[in-house]
């Protein structure tokens, strides 16, 4: 649809506006080129256009190419608009909408980008490269340059770089002339959980959306009805499409627990008149505590031991979690799917499926932080900084956790003391996992491609249930005390010689969760005590290696149950067999070893003892 005049609702001069609305097919004038069997762009709802992977969200009618869908040879598709007159264009720019999730999948990323043509699509010049984002949002791209010329095509190209990837959608396209003064705040800096009594400084984003640089402005801010508090700005820079965080020069002391409405806007730009109110002014909502607390995010992951993008995506997943384990809770499920996989096996598996459903997971690896965050775990999803950024946000809950185990009775018992810092309606969920934190594969169990044989955080079991602790409502100060325990209903440690259990490194992990939006306000992990008993289990238990660390001469000590043939086998951080010691019949009772790992390169390594049918393993670290 080719507008003239003002821009509906802007006082803007659109020289080209099209959301799509029209029909399901490409709107006239449109152009477009692919690669793909399954014809490139298409036009309609997202109930339509979307798929599992990449579930697009509502936005009327849209353009979009999905890759998910196809798997198909998407690395070329070119949406091009009809040519746009700007003979008449001062300072030209472009919007549109985009859903675009910038991902990533078995070390392949999608790169979508806005390019422009003044030879009717010959030849095409980059604008934009553009980003993703996990919601619709609107992208802006100056177009002064091409101001004056009366031939001008845009085109949206969209390449999934040879894999399998995700896809690309667009909508409402306008080409417009902007006003000379306007100013929109965009996001503001202050958290959701802020407390009472303690100073904040106010800080905006605030987008300069005309056509001149912007020297100078005030910064207003109003809390919950009461008298605006401006604060005249001088001294700035800012661009034209360009967003610049300012700062208040009057902080904010919230005075009373709450809810708590904040509503920033920008005016009086250089000292001028702001062309459009309908942008001006950012309203958020705040909850004051008496006393905000620390929060611990929560980490879960879905993978498999046979599956090949799991194995890509743990190096960096580890190391990410390595770097965070002292802010950041972390549990990790293994479905039944795409092979076998032992810790499923034997385990509960039901668990782990009620989890699965809980959020929806179609596939593997997948990752929830905080439960309502989408992310990829490999290079490209999560990050250290994204959860250093979660865990900014607070919390209005502290966790307590106490665990035991009781060889005798073979049982877990679990206290956590919940604890709100405001108000917290009835029906949020206390969930409980049991974490082993290392399983060693035999590398001869290894199914996949690319082999991995050492598995953390491995989920145990959901106690009492997968269905978690319904917690009634909270006053501010109130603790709710959650009594949990669980008998050992299963071999630990072993599945005929397949796997081997860190029985001295199990964790407890408590969060509290929203069933209806999956957020989780907070989460708390502790050791479980008691746990030497637990190898009962075992043929062979209470493997020591001494010194730990050392420089390859070390002792190993363990107790046979009965005389048994032992095996010594020696693994590197990355599953290689390194190194094999055959004692061959020994009797049962204590026994000594000598250890003479010379020959290893400083480093990581799992020293395993098999005996019978049962395997203990002890990570070892060697330093030269």
């Not at 590398?443 to 953390?456: A, D, G």
């Amino acid at each position: 649809m080719l507008l003239a005049g003002a821009f509906a609702g802007f006082g803007q001069t659109s020289y080209y506006f099209q959301n799509f609305e029209a029909s399901t097919s490409i709107p006239t004038g449109w152009t477009q080129t692919t690669l793909a069997t399954d014809g490139g762009w298409k036009f309609n709802i997202n109930t339509v256009l979307s798929s599992q992977n990449f579930p697009i969200p509502a936005h009327t009618k849209f353009a979009a190419t999905n890759d998910d869908t196809c798997n198909c040879n998407k690395s070329d598709d070119l949406l091009m608009t009809p040519v746009i007159n700007l003979s008449t264009a001062i300072h030209p720019r472009v919007s549109f909408d985009l859903f675009y999730l910038q991902g990533n999948y078995q070390g392949i990323s999608e790169i979508a980008t806005l390019e422009v043509s003044t030879n009717g699509g010959t030849t095409w010049t980059v604008l934009q490269t553009l980003a993703g984002a996990a919601a619709w949002n609107t992208v802006y791209q100056d177009l002064t340059p091409y101001a004056g010329m009366a031939s001008v095509m845009l085109a949206f190209r969209y390449n999934d770089g040879g894999g399998w990837e995700y896809g690309e959608a667009i909508d409402n396209v306008n080409v417009y002339e902007p006003l000379s003064l306007d100013l929109s705040v965009i996001a503001q800096n202050l958290p959701y959980y802020l407390q009472k009594g303690t100073s904040y400084n106010v800080a905006a984003s605030v987008y300069n959306y005309g056509a001149t640089t912007v020297t100078s402005c005030n910064l207003n801010y109003q809390v919950s009805g009461l008298t605006a508090v401006p604060s005249p700005l001088t001294g700035l820079t800012m661009p034209i499409d360009t967003a610049v965080t300012i700062t208040s020069s009057m902080p904010w002391s919230p005075a009373a627990s709450g809810l708590t409405t904040m509503k920033i806007w920008a005016d009086s730009p250089n000292g001028g008149v702001d062309q459009n109110h309908a942008n001006d002014t950012l309203t958020v909502t705040f909850d004051v505590l008496d006393s905000l607390q620390i929060k611990k995010p929560l980490f879960e992951e879905f993978n498999q031991a046979s599956c090949d993008p799991c194995a890509e995506a743990t190096p960096h997943l580890d190391s990410t979690l390595s770097l965070t384990n002292s802010i950041c809770s972390a549990v990790r499920y293994h479905v039944s799917w795409p092979g076998t996989d032992y810790m499923n096996k034997i385990t509960d598996p039901l668990f782990v499926a009620a989890r699965v459903t809980y959020y929806g997971v179609n596939g593997v690896p997948d990752a929830k932080l905080d439960g309502a965050n989408d992310v990829y775990p490999g290079l490209g999803g999560l990050s250290v900084p994204m959860i250093q950024k979660e865990a900014a946000i607070g919390s209005p809950l502290k966790i307590t956790l106490n665990a035991v185990y009781t060889p005798g009775t073979k049982q877990f018992a679990i206290q956590a003391n919940i604890k709100a810092f405001g108000t917290m309606p009835a029906g949020l969920k206390a969930f409980c996992a049991m974490t082993v934190d290392t399983i060693t594969y035999a590398l001869s169990q290894t199914t996949e491609s690319i082999p991995q044989t050492v598995f953390p955080q491995v989920a145990e079991e959901m106690i009492p249930t997968s269905n978690g602790s319904t917690l009634t409502a909270f006053t501010s100060g109130q603790t709710q005390t959650l009594n949990l325990t669980w008998t050992v209903n299963h071999p630990w440690g072993y599945e005929h010689g397949t796997y081997l259990y860190d029985s001295t490194n199990v964790h407890i992990t408590v969060w509290v969760q929203d069933p209806a939006t999956k957020n989780i306000y907070q989460s708390e992990n502790t050791a479980v005590s008691g746990l030497a008993g637990i190898q009962e289990y075992s043929d062979v238990n209470n493997l020591v290696v001494y010194p730990n660390p050392n420089n390859g001469d070390a002792t190993i000590r363990f107790n046979l149950k009965q005389q048994n043939v032992v095996t010594v086998t020696v693994y590197n951080a990355m599953g290689k067999l390194v190194h094999t010691l055959a004692p061959g019949m020994l009797p049962s009772g204590p026994t000594s070893l000598n250890f003479d790992g010379q020959d290893l390169a400083t480093g990581i390594y799992f020293i395993n003892i098999m005996a019978g049918n049962h395997m203990v393993s002890q990570k070892v670290n060697i330093i030269r």
